[in-house]
């Protein structure tokens, strides 16, 4: 794997992180809004965004005070791929399954 899919991987392996992923998929937001469903302090989702955004799954700008947090797709797309080739293993086997299957009723 590339360092770019282990930071992703890493970062997303949080379920707080997971969830703030899921919160910026419907679009960009300050930090204090992502903050807000999380029964933690604002320095504490602030450290996961900071993970999220080393990892390059976030990015973010600054207007004046207020920081404004975007999903990055493009490691989200690494990952896609990469998992992309497993799921292409798995259908291929329960394909496979599947005919053995058929065949086997087809005896009875």
Not at 18 to 40: H, S
Not at 55 to 83: K, M, S
Request: net charge positive; hydrophobic share 45%.
């Amino acid at each position: 794997m590339t360092p770019v899919l282990d930071l992703a991987f890493a970062a997303l392996s949080d379920p707080t992180r997971r969830e703030i992923v899921q919160q910026l998929a419907k679009g960009a937001a300050r930090v204090t809004d992502l903050a807000q469903p999380f029964d933690m302090s604002f320095n504490a989702v602030s450290k996961h965004v900071k993970v999220l955004e080393r990892a390059g799954l976030v990015r973010r700008t600054r207007a004046g005070r207020e920081h404004h947090i975007a999903l990055d797709p493009e490691p989200i797309r690494r990952i896609a791929g990469w998992a992309s080739r497993y799921e292409r293993f798995w259908s291929d086997r329960l394909d496979k399954l599947e005919a053995f299957l058929k065949a086997n009723r087809k005896r009875d």
